[in-house]
């Protein structure tokens, strides 16, 4: 089973700032990562598939990238609406696995 | 575009079962996968399971064989998530969610608004 791990636990970012974030597989997956948004009390969001395609109406300042084992999701300039937290997942190899997530907090 | 609707929330003592339906809308509902995703509280995702529905075959994470039956009604658009032999760690909520192309593993989206399962004596 392919372990996922996300690091940082939690981002602190000012609004209007720059926030990468990292993904990390514990055997190649190849670009088979999804990143997903979630917030308080919600389902997750699907962002990104593919490392580095956004999903349908994701906002540009939404970008992935990455293959193999390492893997990044950036948002360019953090807006109100992105303080959440943030799942990556591999589906390369079964079973499909998430990282244990990234907080992304006010500064 | 499918949206997925799910039950509602459960109370249910230790060692009982509970059982959780989830509705898709729109799209072909035989057409891709459903997969079954818990959130305990304060915690990460973990994928327990998912069925091709117009297949009938069910996959399970190893953690939950056994102890899980993913089902699917066609005539309906529901699946459904039955965990038996609860205990207070299943405390959770539990999201349905659509895998697209249902011949690989695959992202999921979109997903049900999830239901909270309680396990409490």
């Known amino acids: 089973e392919i372990v996922m791990t996300q690091s940082p636990a939690t981002l602190s970012v000012s609004p209007g700032e720059r926030a990468t974030l990292s993904c990390r597989a514990s055997q190649s997956v190849s670009s088979n990562l999804a990143w997903y948004q979630q917030k308080p009390g919600q389902a997750p969001r699907l962002l990104i598939y593919?490392?580095?395609t956004r999903a349908t109406g994701i906002p540009a300042r939404f970008s992935g990238s990455g293959s193999g084992t390492e893997f990044t999701l950036t948002i360019s300039s953090l807006q109100s609406e992105d303080f959440a937290v943030y799942y990556c997942q591999q589906y390369n190899n079964w079973p499909p696995g998430f990282g244990q997530g990234t907080k992304v907090e006010i500064k | 575009q499918v949206q997925l609707v799910q039950s509602g929330a459960e109370v249910k003592k230790p060692g009982s079962s509970v059982k959780v339906s989830c509705k898709a809308s729109?799209?072909?509902?035989?057409?891709?996968?459903i997969s079954w995703v818990r959130q305990a509280p304060g915690q990460g995702l973990e994928w327990m399971g998912r069925i091709i529905p117009i297949l009938g075959i069910a996959n399970y994470a190893q953690k939950f064989q056994g102890r899980v039956t993913i089902t699917a009604d066609k005539s309906t658009s529901t699946a459904y998530m039955e965990l038996s032999s609860l205990r207070s760690e299943d405390t959770a909520v539990y999201y349905c969610?659509?895998?697209?192309?249902?011949?690989?593993?695959?992202?999921?989206?979109?997903w049900g608004q999830g239901t909270l399962v309680t396990v409490s004596s």
């Open positions: 729109g799209g072909t509902f035989s057409s891709y996968a």
């Open positions: 593919g490392a580095s």
């Open positions: 969610a659509i895998q697209e192309d249902p011949v690989v593993t695959g992202w999921f989206d979109p």
